[in-house]
């Protein structure tokens, strides 16, 4: 969040934002900790990820699995004054007793590719996030943070070829987690991994950004699909696509509550929700918002961050059979203390 000044400090508004971010936070750490889940940090190298795994132990958030030689994380844990050596799961792959058989199932899936089995083998010795992955797929691992270090498209390279899509999944995408002043939370997607989705993909985005808001929040998603025109009010190429996507998704998980395409007061403002879309049973009341393309969504985030007040926790990956998420590389500890809870929940 950065350098708090002193004119914030006495800033009731400030103030009021920070005990709603604080809130969220707090929740999903005590969400996290009572699902006892296991995440492997590959990053091992990193101080910020071995304070990260020190703070998730001794608070019992989760388990945690990190990828690397034991003595040389242990020297920069004493090194550092962090705890909780003794109860963190330090693997190399090459004496991991599962090591033929993660190889043996990433060869499976990458054979079609050209993949032999002594460059599986390779690939997972000496790539950790390949590596963190195959623990991931295997069941080893509940899921994975990385990205401390290496850049977004690495991380998502590990996942999408070892752990791969999940059933009816057409493609990987984010959200971005808020809380708004009212207490309100809030999903984003996708603002950060799908430039322009088709119908299919943005379906599948408008899918699993409704499974993923339930997942974190354990409410029930209102998800409106957005665009510039609501219930036909501009007749527009984009806001077809929005409308095609919308009856994808309806036609695949009945279940939702969705409806669109809306313009953005109208999915969040009650009284322009009656006006606009009188027989909705999203508008006004809309808790995931579906962005027709990372155009909207990336704007639509940072108007968001830096005009409401609210801090993003995110992106955070979904679309993935089993969860792997990324991080900033200018993250600090605390980032990965609170994306290895959101994997927990995922």
């Known amino acids: 969040m950065g350098m708090i000044s002193p004119k914030q400090i006495f800033n009731p508004d400030f103030l009021k934002h920070i005990f709603f971010i604080m809130k969220l936070i707090e929740t999903l750490r005590e969400n996290a900790k009572r699902k006892k889940r296991t995440i492997v940090l590959p990053e091992s190298d990193d101080i910020r990820m071995l304070t990260a795994a020190s703070f998730l132990i001794e608070h019992e958030l989760c388990k945690v699995i990190l990828i690397g030689e034991k003595t040389t994380i242990h020297s920069k844990l004493e090194e550092a004054s962090l705890s909780g050596f003794d109860k963190m799961d330090i693997r190399e792959y090459r004496s991991d007793s599962h090591a033929s058989d993660l190889s043996a199932s990433f060869h499976r899936k990458r054979a079609h590719k050209g993949l032999s089995q002594e460059q599986a083998a390779s690939i997972l010795e000496h790539q950790p996030l390949f590596y963190a992955a195959a623990l991931v797929d295997a069941g080893i691992a509940d899921g994975c943070v990385a ?130 879309a009188p027989h909705s049973d999203v508008a006004g009341n809309a808790n995931v918002f579906i962005f027709p393309n990372i155009d909207a969504g990336n704007i639509g985030y940072k108007i968001t961050e830096r005009l409401a007040g609210a801090t993003a926790i995110g992106p955070i990956i979904q679309g993935l059979a089993k969860p792997m998420n990324d991080l900033s590389r200018g993250c600090d500890w605390e980032d990965i203390v609170n994306t290895a809870c959101v994997t927990a929940l995922m």
């Open 147 to 276: 990205g401390a270090v290496n850049t977004t498209g690495d991380v998502l390279r590990a996942a999408i070829q070892v752990i791969g899509l999940k059933k009816d999944s057409r493609i990987v995408s984010s959200i971005f987690l808020f809380e708004g002043k009212d207490a309100r939370v809030f999903s984003y997607g996708d603002c950060a991994v799908v430039p322009y989705p088709d119908v299919a993909q943005l379906a599948s985005i408008a899918i699993d950004s409704s499974e993923t808001h339930q997942s974190l929040t354990g409410e029930t998603p209102k998800t409106a699909m957005l665009s510039f025109s609501t219930k036909g009010s501009a007749s527009h190429e984009r806001a077809d696509l929005v409308v095609e996507a919308l009856a994808m998704v309806k036609e695949q998980r009945p279940d939702l509550l969705i409806d669109g395409e809306l313009q953005f007061d109208a999915a969040i403002i009650p009284d322009i929700g009656r006006r606009k």
